[in-house]
């Protein structure tokens, strides 16, 4: 009995480990979507203003700026506004600006429902308790999701292994429920 005991002071303390970590991550990620939220929003009115768009394309030009962004298998380069004017290329960094802030959101979102998993495993006598097992589908949705993004392939392997995963927890809530039905 002392050592399920000690077993599940382990399982507690890494759950509240986990559980911070995956805070601290929504922060971080709630901050970079504020960033790349503003920065769009500075590149939006960069680019409704001709005479900065005259700037920006002269600085371009010249070499003094240079616009090279890969993130997420998306790609602005100089080359894609080169012989365009400026203010497509603006255009452009705006939409990229806004769709990372979604993503950053979508991290936080995911991150936000690992914790209160962790947070309900840190919480109960044991892990596999329905309430885990029903919080465990959105974060692994969103995962799969988000994995699959750059690769259809990854995520559907990605989406198998959390399958897997989520028949082990539910399998072992099972197993808990016949436990305490004998006791």
């Known amino acids: 009995m002392n050592e399920q ?7 507690k303390r890494s759950s ?3 559980m911070s ?12 979507a504020a960033v790349t939220f503003m920065g769009g929003i500075v590149l939006a009115v960069l680019s409704m203003d001709s005479d900065k768009s005259d700037e920006l394309r ?14 997420f298998g998306f790609d602005i380069t100089t080359d894609m506004v080169e012989g365009a004017p400026i203010l497509d290329g603006l255009i ?11 993503l950053f959101i979508l991290f936080a979102v995911t ?10 495993i840190r919480d109960s006598d044991s892990p596999f ?8 589908r959105l974060p692994f949705i969103l ?26 927890v539910d399998y072992g809530c099972e197993l808990q429920r016949q436990s305490d039905e004998t006791l």
């Open 129 to 136: 308790r329905p309430a885990v097992l029903k919080d465990l």
């Open 21 to 32: 970590i995956a805070t601290v991550g929504k922060i971080f990620m709630i901050m970079a």
């Open 111 to 120: 991150l936000h429902f690992t914790a209160k998993v962790f947070k309900e």
């Open 143 to 168: 995962i799969v999701l988000l994995s699959s993004q750059d690769s259809l392939i990854f995520g559907a392997v990605v989406g198998i292994a959390l399958w897997c995963v989520y028949c082990i």
């Open 5 to 11: 005991n000690n077993k599940m002071e382990k399982i």
């Open 92 to 102: 452009l960094a705006v939409v990229f600006m806004f769709v990372m802030c979604v």
């Open 16 to 18: 509240n480990i986990a």
């Open 58 to 71: 002269q600085m371009l030009e010249s070499g003094k700026l240079t616009v090279d962004i890969r993130v």
